[in-house]
C-alpha cells in the first residue's frame, strides 16, 4: 500500500483523538531517531609532514584560509612558528610568523592574531606578518588555548595552573579558577566553553558553570560548534567526540594506537569540515563531518 493511500485509509478509519495519538506517537519516534543519529567525519586531505609539531587550526573566512600554530622543539624557546595552508591542504607559507615559544591555541580578531606561548600571549599583524607586542600573564606556566568574543575580548587557558585569564585592553586578569587541566576554550555570545580534565563544560556571563559532558578522554583538547547546538571536542592523544546538548558523545576518532594525535582543531561552518592537528605526526588532517 503506499503512502498516500495509508494515509486516507487512516484519515478515514481512525477516529480523531486516535488519529491525534499516533501522530504524537510518530513524532515521538522521529525525534527519538533524530536524537540518535550518528555522525562521522570523512577523511578529505592531509599535509605533508613539514609542519613541525602543529597544535591548533584555525580557520579564517576571510582569506579563506587556515593559520595552523607550531610548537617547533619541545622545551626550545624561539622554535614555535605560525604556517598558512591552503584549504585544499597544501601549505601556502610553512614559515610565516617565527621567533615564538611552545605555540598552541589561536584566535583572531580583525587584523590581529592572538597565539599563546609558556607565560605570553604573542599578538600579529596579519598584514605585516610580524609581531607586534606580547601580552604577559603574570603566574602563567602553561598558556593553551586561546577564544575571543564579539567585542574583541581574549580568554587564554593555563593549563598548568588551572585558570582562564581574560585579556582586555591588553592587560590580563584571572577569569575563573579551579579550573582542572583548563585547555580547550570556545566563546559563544555571552557563553564561554570550557575543555578541563575529562570535563565539557560552559560558563556563562556570570561565572556559572553547567557540565556539558563528561568522559572526554585522551586529555581533552580543542572545542568547536558544528551547528546551534551540537559540538566537536578532541582529545590531544587522538580522540574526538561528537557531543549534543543532551550531554551524549559519539566517538568520531580515536587515533590513540598509533599515536596521531588531535589537538586543537579548527572549523569550517560553511563547507563542514574540521581541521585537526596531528602534532606527532607532524601534519594536519581535514575531515567532512557527516
Do not use: C
Request: hydrophobic share 40%.
Amino acid at each position: 500500500m503506499r503512502s498516500t493511500h495509508v494515509k486516507t485509509y487512516l484519515t478515514k478509519t481512525l477516529k480523531p483523538n486516535a488519529m491525534k495519538k499516533l501522530m504524537i506517537v510518530s513524532l515521538a519516534i522521529f525525534v527519538g531517531l533524530q536524537a540518535f543519529a550518528q555522525h562521522s567525519l570523512q577523511l578529505l586531505w592531509q599535509t605533508d609532514t613539514t609542519l613541525k609539531a602543529p597544535e591548533s587550526a584555525l580557520y579564517d573566512a576571510k582569506s579563506k584560509m587556515l593559520y595552523v600554530s607550531n610548537i617547533g622543539e619541545f622545551d626550545k624557546p624561539g622554535t614555535g612558528s605560525v604556517s598558512k595552508v591552503g584549504l585544499d591542504g597544501k601549505i601556502i607559507q610553512n614559515n610565516w610568523v617565527t621567533g615564538l615559544t611552545s605555540t598552541k591555541g589561536l584566535g583572531l580578531y580583525k587584523n590581529l592574531l592572538y597565539a599563546a606561548e609558556e607565560s605570553t600571549v604573542a599578538v600579529i599583524d596579519v598584514n605585516k606578518a610580524a609581531i607586534i607586542k606580547r601580552i604577559t600573564v603574570d603566574g602563567a606556566q602553561m598558556l593553551n588555548d586561546i577564544a575571543i568574543d564579539a567585542n574583541g575580548i581574549v580568554y587564554v587557558s593555563d593549563t598548568k595552573t588551572n585558570k582562564v585569564h581574560k585579556i582586555e585592553n591588553d592587560k590580563a586578569t584571572v577569569y575563573l579558577e579551579n579550573m582542572t587541566s583548563a585547555n580547550g576554550l570556545l566563546a559563544v555570545g555571552t557563553n564561554l566553553y570550557i575543555l578541563t580534565g575529562t570535563t565539557f563544560q560552559k560558563a556563562d556571563a556570570n561565572k556559572n558553570l553547567t557540565t556539558l559532558a563528561t568522559g572526554i578522554e585522551g586529555g581533552a583538547d580543542g572545542i568547536v560548534m558544528v551547528n546551534a547546538t551540537d559540538f566537536i571536542v578532541t582529545g590531544w592523544e587522538g580522540t574526538a567526540y561528537y557531543v549534543t546538548p543532551d550531554g551524549k558523545k559519539q566517538t568520531l576518532l580515536d587515533g590513540r594506537s598509533d599515536k596521531t594525535n588531535a589537538a586543537d582543531l579548527g572549523f569550517n561552518p560553511s563547507a563542514g569540515v574540521v581541521y585537526v592537528p596531528a602534532m606527532l605526526k607532524n601534519k594536519l588532517i581535514a575531515y567532512k563531518v557527516k
